[in-house]
Nanobody, 125 residues
Framework: QVQLVESGGGSVQAGASLRLSCVAS????????MGWFRQAPPGKEREGVA?????????YYADSVKGRFTISQDNAKNTVYLQIDSLKPDDTAMYYC?????????????????WGQGTQVTVSS
């Protein structure tokens, strides 16, 4: 059974940092594209913020988060991280981890096969 479990969210003040974690199980972690998405209430579309290939480590970022978000991984732990620095109120959202196969468009929500339940990030000014 495939499982992605996110953690590390919380309620913080603007300017703070958080590191989100996503532990993958039940899948062949190697040779995957691991993505982070966020969805802000109410009713906004889920947007891709970053992704990383588990082999090779190529990374991708949305323009809106470049310079503040860093995606990384620990293959030995089947874990992908999202470091978020200089948090802003606009970063408030539920953050989701997703797993997909090689070759998909990293920002395409519909292309990912597996999703976690999300971890909430709330940033106050």
């Amino acid at each position: 059974q495939v499982q992605l479990v996110e953690s590390g969210g919380g309620s913080v003040q603007a300017g703070a940092s958080l590191r989100l974690s996503c532990v993958a199980s039940g899948i062949t972690y190697r040779s995957r594209l691991m993505g982070w998405f966020r969805q802000a209430p109410p009713g906004k579309e889920r947007e891709g913020v970053a992704a990383i290939y588990t082999v090779g480590g190529n990374t991708y970022y949305a323009d809106s988060v470049k310079g503040r978000f860093t995606i990384s991984q620990d293959n030995a732990k089947n874990t992908v991280y999202l470091q978020i620095d200089s948090l802003k109120p606009d970063d408030t959202a539920m953050y989701y981890c997703a797993s997909g196969v090689y070759g998909i468009r990293w920002y395409d929500v519909g292309a990912y096969a597996h999703w976690g339940q999300g971890t909430q990030v709330t940033v106050s000014s």
